[in-house]
């Protein structure tokens, strides 16, 4: 039997955007990956927006997505403790994928330590410089009214209104993000930020949809995760190194 001693770490997997033929398809490569880790995964970290809408109706969610959540629940019977980050367009995760899988559902930031290597991992929405304005809706979007208000939806008009919502997000349309200089790159700025009160080895998020690994001292690095569109990328800590790494590259 396998050693588990490796820590994954995904996200922006947006199943749902696009047209259903290629979300199946990417849903099918994440399965390929989910099969790939299993044998040596001790934890797994799916960092936020790994649906592209999802909202926990008392006796609905979103239909769909069976082979990736029975996949889930294959490697959290085999003893791989799976944790999963609200995102901006996931926000509305309640109980049920804790109840069926054993997920844990973390709603903001989580730190943790790892072979003595310590972790800041959050989505990455709402942080740094700018953006007030999503800052304003994540904080109606996130509030206990908001989400009563559309439970009383019903779910084929309310998840209609969310679906038509998504299709006009930046990742939809399947376009790569560019770098900006790391001056212009506000997650990197905030984990500098962080790092003046608080050492942190390694900052990972998703969120920004570029894979990134840049070092912002002689100790701390900050990892962006990519997403599953365009990159297929994601990280693993050995109890060495993080490594930012790209599943099923095209030579």
Same mark, same amino acid.
């Given at each position: 039997?396998?050693? !588990?001693?490796?820590?994954?770490?995904?996200?922006?997997?947006?199943?749902?955007?696009?047209?259903?033929?290629?979300?199946?398809?990417?849903?099918?490569?994440?399965? !390929?990956?989910?099969?790939?880790?299993?044998?040596?995964?001790?934890?797994?970290?799916?960092?936020?927006?790994?649906?592209?809408?999802?909202?926990?109706?008392? %006796?609905?969610?979103?239909?769909?997505?069976?082979?990736?959540?029975?996949?889930?629940?294959?490697?959290?019977?085999?003893?791989?403790?799976?944790?999963?980050?609200?995102?901006? %367009?996931?926000?509305?995760?309640?109980?049920?994928?804790?109840?069926?899988? $054993?997920?844990?559902?973390?709603?903001?930031?989580?730190?943790?330590?790892?072979?003595?290597?310590?972790?800041?991992? #959050? %989505?990455? =929405?709402?942080?740094?410089?700018? =953006?007030?304005?999503?800052?304003?809706?994540?904080?109606?979007?996130?509030?206990?009214?908001?989400?009563?208000?559309?439970?009383?939806?019903?779910?084929?008009? @309310?998840?209609?209104?969310?679906?038509?919502?998504?299709?006009?997000?930046?990742?939809? $349309?399947?376009?790569?993000?560019?770098?900006? #200089?790391?001056?212009?790159?506000?997650?990197?700025?905030?984990?500098?930020?962080?790092?003046?009160?608080?050492?942190?080895?390694?900052?990972?998020?998703?969120?920004?949809?570029?894979?990134?690994?840049?070092?912002?001292?002689?100790?701390?690095?900050?990892?962006?995760? @990519?997403?599953?569109?365009?990159?297929?990328?994601?990280?693993?800590?050995? @109890?060495?190194?993080?490594?930012?790494?790209?599943?099923?590259?095209?030579?």
């Amino acid at each position: 039997m396998s050693l !588990r001693n490796k820590f994954y770490f995904a996200s922006d997997f947006h199943l749902g955007t696009a047209h259903y033929a290629q979300s199946r398809e990417r849903e099918d490569r994440i399965v !390929r990956w989910l099969d790939f880790i299993k044998e040596d995964a001790a934890e797994l970290y799916l960092v936020g927006d790994i649906f592209d809408f999802w909202f926990e109706y008392k %006796h609905a969610v979103p239909k769909g997505y069976v082979r990736f959540l029975g996949k889930l629940a294959e490697l959290s019977d085999l003893g791989v403790k799976i944790i999963m980050f609200k995102g901006n %367009h996931d926000m509305w995760m309640f109980g049920y994928l804790k109840q069926e899988i $054993g997920v844990d559902i973390i709603s903001d930031d989580l730190v943790i330590e790892k072979s003595g290597k310590r972790f800041y991992i #959050h %989505h990455g =929405d709402g942080l740094g410089p700018g =953006d007030r304005k999503y800052k304003i809706l994540k904080q109606i979007f996130r509030s206990s009214l908001c989400q009563w208000l559309f439970a009383r939806v019903h779910p084929n008009l @309310g998840i209609g209104i969310a679906r038509a919502w998504s299709g006009h997000s930046r990742i939809a $349309g399947a376009k790569k993000e560019t770098f900006l #200089h790391e001056q212009h790159e506000w997650l990197v700025q905030y984990s500098k930020e962080v790092l003046q009160k608080e050492h942190f080895d390694y900052f990972v998020f998703g969120h920004r949809h570029l894979p990134l690994d840049i070092t912002l001292s002689a100790a701390s690095r900050y990892v962006n995760l @990519g997403e599953w569109i365009n990159y297929n990328t994601y990280a693993v800590f050995d @109890g060495n190194d993080l490594s930012l790494c790209y599943f099923e590259k095209e030579a």
